[in-house]
């Protein structure tokens, strides 16, 4: 017989979230108390176990496995396929169609995304603030005050592009850095995470969907960067009334975090796993157990759901 103590009961001892007041929270403002906004503190952070784990030898065997496999590089090739000329009222600018895919293998999930020359010269900008000695052999192709928009200088600029961004990926600390992994997914995902907050949950998932893929090739180093938006995925299919998908993706959230019980997202979301996991028949005494531990080890002054802290990222 299931225990009396699941979400909806009295004798719940999770957390209370508003998920479960059956009515969606809305994205309210910014609270002083809540963590800080937008991606992982650092890029370089490691999802080594916390040293209160619980995880038994075999499970740290395991993880340490999936960790070397997480460490091997994943090598991606960036090609300048298109590029188009805009216009607007006030300005004129070419649009460049970047498509990256995985060498080695058939790669069926190739990200295509538009950055302009104003997004790739912020980049260089900002690589030089904290790369400088790293990439000073890196030649970022130079704006003509003339002759920007002939086809000739275009098809230059295209080439030029292509092997600035080459030359970058190589650099192993200039691909793992903020700047790097943000001028080729912040845009997207900025996006995304404002139909999050707008309820278009469709919409926001259709971006996601788009982005994941090679924001998963670009954190290899570190899987728990894309947690957030796994998270975000979660409560997009969860609001949808999806549940089945919601878990499947949740689980992947999980997996990411491994033994990490000093992530912020890792109470919230085993908090909404077990929630998922009772309403779909599944095993949700051993996540609320693992919640209960994980509290008792590290309690919270006050317990975050999982859309609370989901809608507080990208809002910049």
Known sequence: MASYKHPGNPG??????????????????????????????????????????????????????????????????????????????????????????????????????????????????KLLKTFREEIEDVVFPKKHLIGNFTEEMISERKLALKEYLSLLYAIRCVRRSREFIDFLTRPELKEAFGCLRAGQYTKALDILMRVVPLQEKLTAHCPALLVPVLCAMLVCHRDLDRPAEAFAVGERALQCLQAREGHRYYAPLLDAMARLAYLLGKDFVSLQKRLEESQLRKPALRGFTLKELTVQEYLS
């Not at 188009?84 to 300005?91: A, G, H, N, T, W």
């Open 12 to 125: 719940w001892t999770g957390p209370i979230s508003q998920d479960m007041a059956g009515t969606t929270p809305k994205a309210s403002a910014p609270r002083p108390d809540l963590p800080r906004p937008g991606p992982e503190d650092h890029l370089e952070a490691q999802g080594s176990p916390s040293s209160n784990s619980s995880m038994t030898t075999r499970e740290l065997q395991e993880y340490w496995r999936a960790q070397k496999c997480c460490w091997k590089h994943v090598k991606l090739l960036f090609e300048i396929a298109s590029a188009r000329i805009e216009e607007r009222k006030v300005s004129k600018f070419v649009v460049y169609q970047i498509v990256v895919i995985q060498t080695g293998s058939f790669d069926s999930n190739k990200a295509v995304l538009e950055r302009r020359y104003s997004d790739f010269e912020t980049l260089q900008k």
